[in-house]
């Protein structure tokens, strides 16, 4: 298995995102997935998270503004973000993992992207 994210870039606050995690090899049919960022100097959190019948979770500050899609027959996850603002400038990473999942952690999730960079001016 194999995790590519893209999508990041550069935009003015207010505007919108959308990353992709492809997911080369993910075939599970029960799997959870998520988004999580980092920023310089600051720990890893978690954005987002999805399991295979849809349960969302996400990071307080992202409510209501982020949504995480389910992996598609394609086996590409989506995050559209929407009115980004310059705190969420970070290095985005999507991570995943087959079967059931409790817990969606960054060290819960075995699979795991490189990372694609988002940059949020004001």
């Known amino acids: 298995v194999h995790l590519v994210e893209s999508g990041g870039g550069s935009v003015q606050a207010g505007g919108s995102l959308r990353l992709s995690c492809v997911a080369s090899?993910?075939?599970?049919?029960?799997?959870?997935m998520g988004w999580f960022r980092q920023a310089p100097g600051k720990e890893r959190e978690g954005v987002a998270s999805i399991d295979s019948v849809g349960r969302t979770r996400y990071g307080e500050s992202v409510k209501g503004r982020f949504t995480i899609s389910k992996v598609t027959a394609n086996h590409t996850g989506y995050l559209q973000m929407n009115n980004l603002k310059p705190e969420d400038a970070a290095m985005y990473y999507c991570a995943a993992r087959g079967g059931v999942c409790y817990s969606p952690s960054w060290d819960a999730l075995n699979y795991r992207g490189q990372g694609t960079q988002v940059i949020v001016s004001s």
């Open positions: 090899g993910f075939t599970y049919s029960t799997y959870c």
